[in-house]
T-cell receptor
């Protein structure tokens, strides 16, 4: 079966760095997405990785290792507004998005 | 770019009535639109995938006669919840995938702001 695993909840301190991991087992791979979802709102697109390596976009970076079925989202200089759920999603061989359950990130002052 | 709108943002209706939710891609043509449902503190659940001009593909367990989807143009898809009941109360979110020649843009799903449905 297809499976996306990410931690349910993480806590970090304002100004710090946090890494949210995602491991996946899917039938085929056509890219991995990270989305941010604030409570009561729809997800917003953060990043897309299809090749191995690190993609940096401002305070957020996303890393992919296809051989390990592993990705992480790195958030630097955390701000209170970064408190949200972070969703990992993998596009399989049929170009279907398989969603993880999301990681709730709590930022403390 | 890649903006998706959804209307209405929230709706309250009586049990037994039907509710129509619209999803529009504002600045790109969406060959494929997706409808999701999300219950509080739970993950997104894909309900159906619709391609412009063809019938929607429903996920297992989703009643196609209850959740009617129409994708009449490259910028508009509608979801109609027929004979709504309190258990249909949820957050309904659409997303759209574009037709740009850049693979990244065409594979990325962009979400509408969601519609919160409350059935009394």
């Amino acid at each position: 079966g297809q499976n996306i695993d990410q931690p349910t909840e993480m806590t970090a301190t304002e100004g710090a760095i946090v890494q949210i991991n995602c491991t996946y087992q899917t039938s085929g791979f056509n890219g991995l997405f990270w989305y941010q979802q604030h409570a009561g709102e729809a997800p917003t697109f953060l990043s897309y990785n299809v090749l191995d390596g690190l993609e940096e976009k401002g305070r957020f970076s996303s890393f992919l290792s296809r051989s390990k079925g592993y990705s992480y989202l790195l958030l630097k200089e955390l701000q209170m507004k970064d408190s949200a759920s972070y969703l990992c999603a993998v596009m399989d061989s049929n170009y279907q998005l398989i969603w993880g359950a999301g990681t709730k990130l709590i930022i403390k002052p | 770019g890649a903006v998706v709108s959804q209307h209405p943002s929230w709706v309250i209706c009586k049990s037994g009535t039907s509710v129509k939710i619209e999803c529009r891609s504002l600045d790109f043509q969406a060959t494929t639109m997706f409808w999701y449902r999300q219950f509080p503190k739970q993950s997104l659940m894909l309900m159906a995938t619709s391609n412009e001009g063809s019938k929607a593909t429903y996920e297992q367990g989703v009643e196609k006669d209850k959740f009617l989807i129409n994708h009449a143009s490259l910028t508009l898809s509608t979801l109609t919840v027929t004979s709504a009941h309190p258990e249909d109360s949820s957050f309904y979110i659409c997303s759209a995938k574009g037709t740009s020649g850049r693979t990244h843009i065409s594979d990325t799903q962009y979400f509408g702001p969601g519609t919160r449905l409350t059935v009394l």
